[in-house]
Each structure stands twice: as structure tokens, then as C-alpha cells.
């Protein structure tokens, strides 16, 4: 079992749509949580980035953590076709591990 | 903006030559990764250094060493290429558990 698991995709949506991605981890040490977002044949860049469960948000993004039940999620509103990207999840702060541990993505489409 | 510089962008190379990826950092990050990223398996951890000259091997170290003789600039060696290191490699860093910043990647096909 990996431990962090993403449905690879691709989710494909019309333009405007609330678009929900998903993760599940299995490590209880995870103390951190992030989502990337990666545009083709480029890196990925930081969209979130939170400590506690709970929501966070930042303009038509929510990402929403609950470690009772090891499930992060990543809210879209109003969905653009600029949002077409893969999505990738990471999770850290285990203390015997520097590094992130990174979902294999999810391939999101919104169509015009 | 932390701003991660990867020296190449796409790169071809021939099986059993020695080859050099580099990666330059411009925020005096203490961390730095070396990532692959191939369809299906996400990324997946190659090496990190946390400091100088410290590095530490990740999930996927065999076939591939690093060097960090100065703190903005990580750099991995593929001994002697195969083909199946072929793929898009990444660098980031990060300052101490602050999320990581990554470069634009290279793109390493292997002949």
C-alpha cells in the first residue's frame, strides 16, 4: 500500500463546476499537508499549505484536512480551464523522514 | 519568490556516459531534493542534503550519487546512464519543515 494514495484521473469538468479532489494517507505521523499544483512540462508550485485538520482557504481554493480519518481534500470554485493541471498532494513531518511524501496526482480538465 | 534553477531543461544522453544535472537555489535553503517523476509512480525521492557536503540517500538511491560543495547548488550523477533513467527530474529546497520549492525540471532521455 502506498502511503499516500490520489486517484490518478483524469477528472474532467465544464468551466464553472466545484471540482473536489481527494487523498488518503496512511503514516499517523504526518504533521503537514500540502497541494501542488503542475502545469505540463513544468514544475510543480505550491497552492496550500496547512498544519491542523480543519479548512483552509485562499480565494477559490479550500483545502480541508481531517487526520481522524487520514483524508485530505482540495476544493476548486468556479473552475477555469487555467486550472487544468495536475494536482498532486504531499504530506510531511514525520521526524525520521526530511522529506515530502507525494501523491501520484490527479489529472483535472476544465472544459470551456 | 524563492526561485529553484535547473540548468537544463531537456537533455539527451548515451547509455554508459556520466551525466550531471545541476541545480542552483537563490533563498540560502538548508534543504535540497533530488526527485524523479515517472507516469503513474509520482515522485519519488532520490537523494537530499540538509546541509554542505551532508546528503542523505531516498526511496530510489541506486544508480545515482549527489554533491553539495556549496550551499545554493545540488548536484546529482547518473555514474553510468541507462535506459532506464530516462525521465523528468526535479530539484527542490526547502528551509528546515517549510514547504518545498521546485525548479522547472529536466527532461533526461537516455539512448
Known amino acids: 500500500q502506498k502511503e499516500v494514495e490520489q486517484d490518478p484521473g483524469p477528472l474532467s469538468v465544464p468551466e464553472g463546476a466545484i471540482v473536489s479532489l481527494n487523498c488518503t494517507y496512511s503514516?499517523?505521523?504526518?504533521?503537514?499537508f500540502m497541494w501542488y499544483r503542475q502545469y505540463s512540462r513544468k514544475g510543480p508550485e505550491l497552492l496550500m499549505y496547512?498544519?491542523?485538520?480543519g479548512n483552509k482557504e485562499d480565494g477559490r481554493f479550500t483545502a480541508q484536512v481531517d487526520k481522524s480519518s487520514k483524508y485530505i481534500s482540495l476544493f476548486i470554485r468556479d473552475s477555469q480551464p487555467s486550472d487544468s493541471a495536475t494536482y498532486l498532494c504531499?504530506?510531511?513531518?514525520?521526524?525520521?523522514?526530511?522529506?515530502?511524501?507525494f501523491g501520484s496526482g490527479t489529472r483535472l480538465q476544465v472544459q470551456p | 519568490d524563492v526561485k529553484v534553477t535547473q540548468s537544463s531543461r531537456y537533455l539527451v544522453k548515451r547509455t554508459g556516459e556520466k551525466v550531471f544535472l545541476e541545480c542552483v537555489q537563490d533563498?540560502?535553503?538548508?534543504?535540497m531534493f533530488w526527485y524523479r517523476q515517472d507516469p503513474g509512480l509520482g515522485l519519488r525521492l532520490i537523494y537530499f542534503?540538509?546541509?554542505?557536503?551532508?546528503?542523505e540517500k531516498g526511496d530510489i538511491p541506486e544508480g545515482y550519487s549527489v554533491s553539495r560543495e556549496k550551499k545554493e547548488r545540488f548536484s546529482l550523477i547518473l555514474e553510468s546512464a541507462s535506459t532506464n533513467q530516462t525521465s523528468m527530474y526535479l530539484c527542490?529546497?526547502?528551509?528546515?519543515?517549510?514547504?518545498?520549492?521546485f525548479g522547472d525540471g529536466t527532461r533526461l532521455s537516455i539512448l
Open positions: 533563498m540560502d535553503h538548508e534543504n
Open positions: 503514516n499517523s505521523a504526518f504533521q503537514y
Open positions: 504531499a504530506n510531511g513531518g514525520d521526524t525520521g523522514r526530511r522529506a515530502l511524501t
Open positions: 542534503s540538509y546541509d554542505v557536503k551532508m546528503k
Open positions: 496547512t498544519y491542523s485538520s
Open positions: 527542490a529546497s526547502s528551509q528546515r519543515v517549510q514547504p518545498q520549492h
